[in-house]
Each structure stands twice: as structure tokens, then as C-alpha cells.
């Protein structure tokens, strides 16, 4: 099956600071990743489609400027929490698409404390 | 953010036993998707469905897709201590390639 992977697995950082995540695919050309948040004991909430070689698209609430997306190529994208604060602290999952079928595999997630 | 309706919330079963949870909205989807999600980990696909009314199994786990297109359910048979986690639908918006999650379900087993 599909295989997505997330780097790092888990971050600490202090306020302030900026944290890049990557998300890869590692068998297949994701023409679309998905960035997911998820808080303790709730469901995945999506923060962004994005799609290779154009910008991403933010769901409302988003601040696509504290959260920067980057699809650079067809197996990476990286989400970059910028300026993290304690609220940020979350875990963070992407998701990625091959072209058909249209299910979508993620990777294992995550997680980000802001001290 | 958008989410789906999902029951139950949590349930306690004893081994063997059946389960049965189900994911309603008032928008219509092309795919259901139905994972699961162990503690600190990402969520593992289970079972994907494409038409509606389509009925669809994966060893102890069957889902169908809602004929109206709104609405989806999984069943677990025989229930064992490992089927513990959190168990999450998505169905993918018509005209779109995002996915709407439900609320979960968290299951227990009980041996």
C-alpha cells in the first residue's frame, strides 16, 4: 500500500520559534497533500489543501500566514508553524493523494509542543 | 471546520461481541472512508466506498455506503482486544478532493 512519511515525528520548541514539518510519499506521485490538526481527543481538523507547484488553499480559520505550505515537488510538501505559541501545540497530520484511487493515506503525524 | 456526525461517541463491548457505528451528514459524498487510530499514531485506512449502496468487507470489518449518499456505517463481527482505538469516517465532498472527518468513536474491548 501507499506510504506516507512525517518528519519529525515529535518537536519541542519554544514560543517564538518557527518548526518545518515535511510529509513525504514514498511510492507514489501525490499530485495533492493534505495538512490536518488534530487536538486531544477530537477529531482531524483540515487546515490546507495543497497541490504541486501552486499555492495552497487554507480552510477558513487557517492564518495561511502563520501556517506556510510549501508542495515544492510531487513526493514533499512541508508545513512550517511559524512563530509557534503554546495554542499551536497540537499534533499535526498530513495526508497525501495519487490520482486514482482517490483514498488518501496519511502519515503517522506530528506531535508539536510550544513550551 | 466542517465534521460529521458520528455514533456513538464511545462504546464498551465485551469480546466477541458485534459492533455497529454510523456517520450521517446533511451534504452529499462521493466516497466514504472509514479509518482507525491507535493512540499517537496516524489514522490507517480500513475500508473505502465509491457508490452508493455499495457494500464493501475487509476480514471482520464491513461498511456500506447510504443509498441517499449521506450517510455510511461499519460493522465489526466478533469483536477482539486489538479492534481498541479510535474509528474515524470521512466522506469527500461532492466536486471536491477534500475529505470531511467525522467525531470518531472510541472503542474499548473488554476481554
Known amino acids: 500500500g501507499a506510504v506516507v512519511s512525517q518528519h519529525p515525528s515529535w518537536v519541542i520548541c519554544k514560543s517564538g520559534t518557527s518548526v518545518k514539518i515535511e510529509c513525504r510519499s514514498l511510492d507514489f506521485q501525490a499530485t495533492t497533500m493534505f495538512w490536518y490538526r488534530q487536538f486531544p481527543k477530537q477529531s482531524l481538523m483540515l487546515m490546507a489543501t495543497s497541490n504541486e507547484g501552486s499555492k495552497a488553499t487554507y480552510e477558513q480559520g487557517v492564518e495561511k500566514d502563520k501556517f506556510l505550505i510549501n508542495h515544492a515537488s510531487l513526493t514533499l510538501s512541508t508545513l512550517t508553524v511559524t512563530s509557534a505559541h503554546p495554542e499551536d501545540s497540537s499534533f499535526y497530520i498530513c495526508?497525501?493523494?495519487?490520482?486514482?484511487?482517490?483514498?488518501?493515506?496519511f502519515g503517522p503525524g506530528t506531535r508539536l509542543t510550544v513550551l | 471546520g466542517q465534521q460529521l456526525n458520528q455514533s456513538p461517541q464511545s462504546m464498551f463491548i465485551q469480546e466477541g461481541e458485534d459492533v455497529s457505528m454510523n456517520c450521517t451528514s446533511s451534504?452529499?459524498?462521493?466516497?466514504w472512508l472509514w479509518y482507525k487510530q491507535d493512540p499517537g499514531e496516524g489514522p490507517v485506512l480500513l475500508i473505502a466506498?465509491?457508490?452508493?449502496?455499495e457494500l464493501t468487507s475487509n476480514g471482520r470489518l464491513t461498511a456500506q455506503f447510504g443509498t441517499t449518499r449521506k450517510d455510511s456505517f461499519l460493522n465489526i463481527s466478533a469483536s477482539i482486544p486489538s479492534d481498541v482505538g479510535i474509528y474515524f469516517c470521512a466522506g469527500q465532498l461532492a466536486g471536491t478532493y477534500k475529505y470531511i472527518f467525522g467525531t470518531g468513536t472510541r472503542l474499548k474491548v473488554l476481554a
Open positions: 451534504s452529499i459524498f462521493n466516497t
Open positions: 495526508s497525501a493523494r495519487d490520482k486514482e484511487p482517490t483514498e488518501q493515506f
Open positions: 466506498l465509491y457508490k452508493a449502496g
